[in-house]
């Protein structure tokens, strides 16, 4: 019953306009703009950081592309001579008060998209309920750390930054309405405010906001012992995979591409776009791989990093599973521009030796 209906508010909310379902569902929504109205009312009592904040984030419900983006950005602020940090909630963890994420670290305890960054990037990633809290626990921790990308919290207002990533992917924003109606978490402003820049993570301009566009692609796949280890010389291009599964093509050896994330379709059109013939299956979003979901004797599985942040090789039996990172490459000049705002040129801090 949960998956039919979580199924149904995925197809209302991303229709290009409201159908009966969502406008079944709109005096709900008017309740959630009063509850955001009363809450901007509020003063909130957001503490000084002690370096600037750049905010990823959207303003639709998951899916988007923002933990790539994240990535994407703490690796371009690393090849500018930046000592970055993340702070992030950790959809999904047990408990809510501050905590480093670490190589031993599970997702249960910290989230599966923060050990995915801490896995990719390398730098300081600490997770919490407040991210002010987390901020400043981060930063005690790492005074070498210059700058903070949140992964989400656009809509967290105790958390000062100077400035915001909002990222849009193919589905823009959907039919336009609020939660629960549609998948708007707050209401679109008209124009882009002074400290936000936004980025379209699908090639193309989906809402009327102008942007910049990002370009993504799927290159290589990593057997799922050599990803967890960092192996890179076992990566091989999603081609090759392609090639083997021809040479092996019988029945019930088919190659089957899992996803447990809010759009698991990108993913699945991603791999048919390079040549693979896969058979999907979409997981809910965060799913915690307790058990596998593939049948037994499944020949080769792909996930997405996000996935495999959750699983343990020893548990595959003797499926191959494949792991197959997502490959964003961030526009020309947007870099520049967040860099601007996060140092005005009379606070640009020297570089860390």
């Known amino acids: 019953m949960r998956a039919r209906l979580e199924a149904a508010l995925q197809a209302c909310w991303w ?5 009966a379902l969502a406008w079944l569902l709109w005096p709900l929504s008017l309740l959630h703009r009063g509850l955001l109205a009363l809450n901007k009312r509020r003063s909130v009592a957001a503490p000084q950081l002690p370096v600037p904040v750049l905010v990823v984030g959207n303003y639709v419900v998951g899916g ?40 031993l670290a599970t997702a249960a305890a910290v989230g599966d998209e923060p050990l995915l960054i801490h896995r990719r990037c390398g730098v300081p990633v600490w997770v919490g309920r407040q991210r002010a809290q987390v901020a400043l626990a981060l930063c005690a921790a790492h005074p070498e750390v210059d700058v903070l990308v949140a992964d989400d919290g656009l809509q967290h207002r105790a958390l000062l930054r100077q400035a915001e990533l909002v990222v849009f992917d193919e589905r823009g924003a959907g039919n336009g309405l609020l939660l629960p109606a549609g998948p ?16 379209y993570t699908a090639g193309r301009v989906t809402t009327f906001l102008p942007g910049l566009l990002a370009t993504r692609s799927l290159r290589l796949a990593w057997p799922l012992a ?28 088919p190659l089957l591409a899992v996803a447990g994330m809010a759009a698991p379709e990108k993913f699945f059109g991603m791999l048919a776009a390079a040549g693979l013939h896969i058979d999907r299956m979409p997981l809910p979003d965060h799913h915690p791989y307790t058990t596998l979901p593939w049948p037994a004797g499944t020949a080769d599985v792909l996930v997405t990093e996000k996935d495999a942040v959750k699983m343990q090789p020893a548990a595959m039996g003797a499926t191959r599973v494949w792991v197959v990172p997502l490959d964003l ?8 521009e967040l860099t601007a705002l996060l140092f005005p040129p009379h606070q640009v801090p020297l570089a860390a030796p």
């Open 64 to 103: 988007a592309g923002k933990t790539p983006t994240v990535i994407a950005v703490v690796q371009a602020l690393q090849s500018a001579g930046h000592r970055p940090g993340v702070i992030s909630r950790g959809h999904g963890r047990e408990g809510v008060q501050p905590l480093a994420v670490n190589d």
């Open 226 to 253: 050599a990803w967890l280890s960092g192996d890179a010389a076992q990566a091989v291009p999603l081609q090759r995979l392609q090639k083997t599964q021809q040479m092996q093509r019988t029945p019930g050896r």
């Open 329 to 336: 490459q961030l526009p020309a000049g947007l870099m520049d």
């Open 15 to 19: 229709r290009p306009k409201p159908d």
């Open 184 to 199: 708007l978490r707050e209401p679109l402003p008209d124009k882009a405010l002074r400290q936000q820049r936004v980025l």
